[in-house]
């Protein structure tokens, strides 16, 4: 079928109601496929790309946040995936929605699509991998203690038939055309190459459809990290490594890192880089050299905390580490961590050291036993913790799906501590609780950044910029984001007075002007 024909008919068949607010299909892009018969299709926040031209849901797409794509091998039949409506077929007649599969906030939305001859494979969120016939009927969850369970991050067609899974720290595995599952890849896979070859991240952007930097702008929109030195400003990528700015508009690549930049902090004047080749260093007053790898730890680093006395804790795929006085000391599971997995680390105001793992989080004290708190123990809303920040003597946990959670000392609890619910069911991203003035702000998947205000959180960015992956302020004021869609960059006061109605407007946040060419922008 042509686009122009297919464009109308969608159009035609699911016209959008008059009073719908429509995003732009502008948004950074989350997945992309060139079809069978031809054409290029982009899925961003906002909506669909088909050979250049948009698709919103004032077009008659069923959702505003498409996720996912696929196409049968004649390409008759596209299959699209959303955060929230679930999957839809989209051929000659427009979209039908894939019965059993609509409701995706049970499933935590859909992540990846895959077509294997006959069958439509859907990675999901929080409902593992499921699957059925391309031409319609009923999809089944997969029955793996694993697959049938954990959140699936992408699929791949297998050579050979079946599919690959990545399942995150769960690493890969390959289900067979005869329904037969076994693992191929051991540690965190975040996504499959082109010939299903494991990765921790893949730029999400066809052939015919990438873009390069445009003059002097970074080549990725895609970042992870931020930390500050002094005047200067750091911004770790997904793919690129780390960039220093002075002025915050002019940004320059720091040599001598790896691509994967995970988790930046500043200890001493020193800029500490956790990358997926282990850790790195960028001396104090070493602005123009490149940064040196750290002895003793080049595993995957997952995230960075300061300590007191200029100590350093450090979370990897195979626990945690801290960083004293010149020595290195490693805490796993023999130590008693409840999982080797660490996505989160925090020193407390008592000098104690928090380790949120894949499978509980842990608290190490001196002099004391290791206290651990999981689900079963009633304290945490899920297992995996990806982010902890101290609050006074009270600790706020970010989860990977179940939101924030209070942990504050208790006399009267058995277990010496209580649980508040801070932020219900908010994906939160690793490393995601920062503190920027008198808020505490929580870098989501899919909830924007938002603050631990009563009664209800506060979005603080545009609804496109869904995905953010850290939060800075800096010494006059003025509040970083990092997200998947380029750098934000917030005027001083702006969120103070974007929030008291009795203040003027203030300005609103702008996108640096080292995004992408295919970045988001905020009029």
């Not at 040599?255 to 995970?262: A, D, E, I, M, R």
């Not at 080049?298 to 580490?321: C, D, E, F, M, W």
Request: hydrophobic share 45%.
């Amino acid at each position: 079928m042509s686009l122009p024909t297919l464009l109308t008919l969608a159009a035609t068949l699911l016209a959008a109601p008059a009073h719908l607010t429509c995003v732009p299909a502008d948004g950074p892009v989350v997945a992309a496929l060139d079809t069978p018969d031809g054409h290029a299709i982009v899925a961003r926040d906002g909506g669909l790309s088909v050979d250049g031209r948009r698709l919103t849901v004032c077009d008659g797409l069923p959702g505003a946040h498409p996720t996912a794509l696929a196409a049968t091998a004649d390409g008759a039949s596209r299959f699209v995936g959303f955060r929230r409506e679930g999957v839809w077929r989209w051929d000659a007649g427009g979209f039908t929605a894939v019965p059993g599969l609509t409701d995706a906030g049970r499933f935590g939305g859909v992540r990846a699509l895959a077509v294997d001859g006959d069958t439509l494979w859907v990675a999901t969120g929080s409902a593992g991998l499921w699957q059925g016939p391309v031409a319609g009927g009923v999809f089944r969850p997969s029955t793996h203690k694993v697959l049938g369970s954990q959140a699936a991050f992408a699929l791949r067609a297998a050579p050979g038939g079946g599919v690959a899974v990545a399942v995150g720290p769960y690493g890969a595995w390959l289900v067979d055309a005869h329904g037969g599952v076994k693992r191929t890849t051991s540690g965190f896979v975040g996504c499959l190459e082109a010939d299903a070859r494991p990765a921790v991240y893949c730029a999400p952007v066809s052939g015919r459809s990438a873009t390069g930097a445009a003059g002097a702008g970074l080549p990725t929109a895609h970042f992870t990290s931020l930390a500050r030195r002094g005047g200067r400003l750091f911004a770790g990528t997904f793919d690129q490594g780390l960039f220093a700015s002075d002025d915050g508009v002019r940004f320059a690549a720091v040599p001598g890192l790896p691509p994967f930049v995970n988790a930046l902090a500043e200890v001493g004047g020193a800029v500490f880089v956790g990358t997926a080749r282990g850790l790195f260093v960028l001396d104090a007053g070493a602005d123009g050299e490149a940064a040196r790898a750290v002895p003793g730890i080049s595993v995957h680093v997952n995230a960075l905390a300061a300590g007191p006395g200029g100590a350093l804790a450090v979370g990897t795929a195979q626990g945690a580490y801290v960083l004293e006085r010149g020595h290195v000391r490693r805490l796993g599971e023999a130590e008693g961590l409840p999982g080797r997995q660490v996505w989160g680390v925090a020193f407390g105001a008592d000098g104690a050291l928090w380790v949120g793992t894949v499978d509980g989080l842990a608290r190490f004290a001196e002099g004391a036993p290791v206290e651990v708190f999981t689900q079963a123990s009633g304290h945490l809303p899920h297992d995996w913790v990806t982010a902890v920040l101290p609050e006074g003597d009270d600790l706020l946990v970010g989860t990977y799906d179940a939101g924030v959670v209070r942990l504050s000392p208790d006399r009267v609890s058995a277990s010496g501590w209580r649980a508040t619910p801070a932020l219900p069911g908010a994906w939160v991203n690793p490393m995601g609780l920062a503190r920027l003035g008198r808020e505490v702000v929580v870098a989501t998947l899919g909830g924007g950044a938002a603050t631990l205000r009563s009664p209800a959180r506060a979005s603080l960015l545009p609804a496109a910029l869904d995905d953010v992956t850290a939060a800075l302020e800096t010494p006059d004021g003025e509040w970083w984001f990092a997200t998947r869609g380029g750098l934000v960059h917030a005027p001083h006061r702006w969120y103070a007075v974007a929030h008291d109605q009795a203040q003027p407007a203030p300005d609103s946040p702008c996108f640096a002007d080292v995004r992408a060419p295919a970045g988001l922008r905020v009029e």
